[in-house]
């Protein structure tokens, strides 16, 4: 069954959208702004998430670890679980500078996660927000929802995502977004470190930007996202612009290698492009 793509990818579609109707120069410089866009969304938000859950093992699995080793494992964040109250939080802070991850990116602000009851229990949803939050100096703003749907037939766990927000890149160019998706743990479940694992993303989502160009996508082939590498290393997109100003394309991110290329067709021509 053939599956619409999240939001995220939209991005990267919206951004490269000029592959055919602009000047080689003009090309070339989309294809630098969908690279920067593509990293902050596509990578970003699933970090968001799962810097969220590490925090709360750490702070769980792990309650006598000091503030300074918390602050290691958090790429220089510093970590504050609180479960005084029914709606307990979790708060990442990476401070007023930007700050260097292992993943080669800079952040800086806030990423706020609240939940009720147990955190990793069926049927439990965490909200996460971002307060003054942003990644290579583009802002990302809006809610994320991510809900414990339990395991697929597979033994995986799953999760329903719903995302709203926008973001901001360096050159002022703003997306607003909306998206439903799932979210399938095929690696790395068994462990507490989150860069051992990977996901694999399907849903829908629609994407606008400033300059009223919008798109939606359909899944080709799922979507590999492994939290040790900067992009998407697997899976195909169809994109669907929503009007007649540009062509509809393909994007193929691979077979699974951690590289930062990906290739673009649009009638019939394919172009290899980089991510990074």
Known sequence: MKKLVLFNLLFVALIGSTFTSCSKDETKNEDQVMEQTNAVIEHELDQATNFSDEAYNTGTIASDLTSDEMEIRHNCAIVTLDTSNSMKTITIDFGNSNCLGRDGRYRRGKIITTFEGRYRAINSTHTITFVDYFVNDNHLEGTRNVTNTGAD???????????????TLTDGLIFTYISQRIRTWTEGESTFNIWDD??????????ANSKGNGFTATIQEPLTVALNCSNITKGIIRIMPLNNEFKERMINYGDGNCDDLASVTVNGVTKIIKLR
């Open 153 to 167: 037939q597979n033994g995986k766990t799953t999760f329903t995502v719903t995302d709203e927000g926008k973001v």
């Open 198 to 207: 990977v996901y694999s993303i399907s849903g829908s989502g629609s994407v």
